[in-house]
T-cell receptor
Framework: DVKVTQSSRYLVKRTGEKVFLECVQDMDHENMFWYRQDPGLGLRLIYFSYDVKMKEKGDIPEGYSVSREKKERFSLILESASTNQTSMYLCASSLLSLAGGADEQFFGPGTRLTVL | KNEVEQSPQNLTAQEGEFITINCSYSVGISALHWLQQHPGGGIVSLFMLSSGKKKHGRLIATINIQEKHSSLHITASHPRDSAVYIC????????????FGTGTRLQVTL
């Protein structure tokens, strides 16, 4: 079974702090994703990576950065946390579809971040 | 307007009822994904489909590409089916990235 793990289930930080959210997958997937989920808005893509050191902005990248130094690990960084970044953060991974088609995404358990 | 719309937003059913959740999309897609999210946050994949119908246990998913519509059916519903059901699509030309609906919250009571 594919396993996607996230470093914390719950996290409380203060405004202005630098925050690191870590995601690790164990199935050698090329693609990794960071989403945030807010009531009434659904999941929105923050950043996406299709290979080590490669990244693409998603729909809402402002205030976030990412790092992918190893294939299995994808980190989301909040350089200076703000209260409007309080949310549920979900990581996912999938195989790279060379034909440009769809490949099932596997999700981590989520990190509920509160910024005070 | 969202590219992926789900209805209803909230649904309450009694145990044993047949449930239908609808998903309509306004873009070209290569496939559609039905996901389930239980309280606490974890999301699991239920179905991926690009045509026709798929069945797994009491769950059935159908898609009509011409009408840009998919349905998720739950037969003989049970309280453990209570969850948020999310429809997502792979838009044509944006391989790997999903576009999500806002979810349908289902509560099944005894």
């Amino acid at each position: 079974d594919v396993k996607v793990t996230q470093s914390s289930r719950y996290l409380v930080k203060r405004t202005g702090e630098k925050v690191f959210l870590e995601c690790v997958q164990d199935m050698d997937h090329e693609n990794m994703f960071w989403y945030r989920q807010d009531p009434g808005l659904g999941l929105r893509l923050i950043y996406f990576s299709y290979d080590v050191k490669m990244k693409e902005k998603g729909d809402i990248p402002e205030g976030y950065s990412v790092s992918r130094e190893k294939k299995e690990r994808f980190s989301l960084i909040l350089e200076s946390a703000s209260t409007n970044q309080t949310s549920m953060y979900l990581c996912a991974s999938s195989l790279l579809s060379l034909a440009g088609g769809a490949d099932e995404q596997f999700f981590g358990p989520g990190t509920r971040l509160t910024v005070l | 307007k969202n590219e992926v719309e789900q209805s209803p937003q909230n649904l309450t059913a009694q145990e044993g009822e047949f449930i239908t959740i609808n998903c309509s999309y306004s873009v070209g897609i290569s496939a559609l994904h039905w996901l389930q999210q239980h309280p606490g946050g974890g999301i699991v994949s239920l179905f991926m489909l690009s045509s026709g119908k798929k069945k797994h246990g009491r769950l059935i998913a159908t898609i009509n590409i011409q009408e840009k519509h998919s349905s998720l059916h739950i037969t003989a519903s049970h309280p453990r089916d209570s969850a948020v059901y999310i429809c997502a699509v792979w838009k044509t030309g944006t391989a790997s990235k999903l576009t999500f609906g806002t979810g349908t919250r289902l509560q099944v009571t005894l």
